[in-house]
Nanobody, 121 residues
Framework: QVQLVQSGGGLVQAGGSLRLSCAAS????????MGWFRQAPGKERESVAA????????YYADSMKDRFTISRDNARNTVYLQMNSLRPEDTAVYYC??????????????WGQGTQVTVSS
């Protein structure tokens, strides 16, 4: 399985921006589909965005498609999540995930360690 290490996140005011990064180990990163999920306190985990192996296809949850952008750099073995116009309801722990297929399968994918994003009002 691929190992995923996340960076980025933190505290930001409403309307601000953050970028999350997720670096993968191994030489087969380009064969993985990548995604971002989030889980807020007391809520179920939800899919945020996903991207296919070469970045040619991206998918977003409806509430994020105009504010978040997922991208990947296969030369750097890294996937990114650019988050703009952040809202307090975006506060959650964000996880990157790698899977052999889309949609990402939470029960079978590899997970990053999670990154806290807190948006203050």
């Amino acid at each position: 399985q691929v190992q995923l290490v996340q960076s980025g996140g933190g505290l930001v005011q409403a309307g601000g921006s953050l970028r999350l990064s997720c670096a993968a180990s191994g030489r087969t990163f380009s064969s993985y589909m990548m995604g971002w999920f989030r889980q807020a306190p007391g809520k179920e985990r939800e899919s945020v965005a996903a991207i296919n192996w070469n970045g040619g296809r991206t998918y977003y949850a409806d509430s994020m498609k105009d504010r978040f952008t997922i991208s990947r750099d296969n030369a750097r073995n890294t996937v990114y999540l650019q988050m703009n116009s952040l809202r307090p309801e975006d506060t959650a722990v964000y996880y990157c995930a790698a899977d052999a297929t889309l949609p990402i399968r939470p029960d079978f994918c590899s997970w990053g360690q999670g990154t806290q994003v807190t948006v203050s009002s």
